[in-house]
């Protein structure tokens, strides 16, 4: 799928907008702050994923984390922490992926999740 460019240049508070559209919480400043349709279509796209960054964290690697040091060997629980660094590093990578493609002006769409920022 190739990736919508926007047509007209981005004024600098826009591109705050973009850049606090993907540093979790501040989503909801770029969503209720922005002008443009393009800020706010990514301020909800980087709502989305900071809601499942934070429900991976959560919902996976913190019960997991916690069995492994109460209940496994202690090799195993570092494996654990060695996961959940990785799954840090990949929601890094992804958000500054999405941040340096809003600002230049791209509606990148992240698979699955970018199809439920079209509709909120």
Request: with cysteine; proline share 3%.
């Amino acid at each position: 799928m190739e990736p919508e460019r926007l047509g007209e240049e981005l004024d600098d508070q826009d591109r705050i907008l973009l850049l606090f559209a993907y540093l979790g919480p501040l989503a909801l400043v770029a969503l209720v702050a922005a002008r443009r349709e393009f800020v706010k279509w990514h301020a909800k796209q980087g709502l989305v994923l900071g809601v499942s960054f934070a429900a991976v964290y959560l919902v996976l690697l913190r019960p997991a984390i916690a069995l492994a040091t109460r209940f496994l060997w202690s090799a195993f629980a570092d494996l654990i922490w060695a996961a959940t660094w990785l799954v840090v590093l990949g929601a890094v990578t992804v958000t500054l992926v999405c941040v340096v493609r809003a600002l230049e002006g791209e509606r990148f769409k992240l698979p699955g999740l970018g199809e439920i920022a079209d509709r909120l």
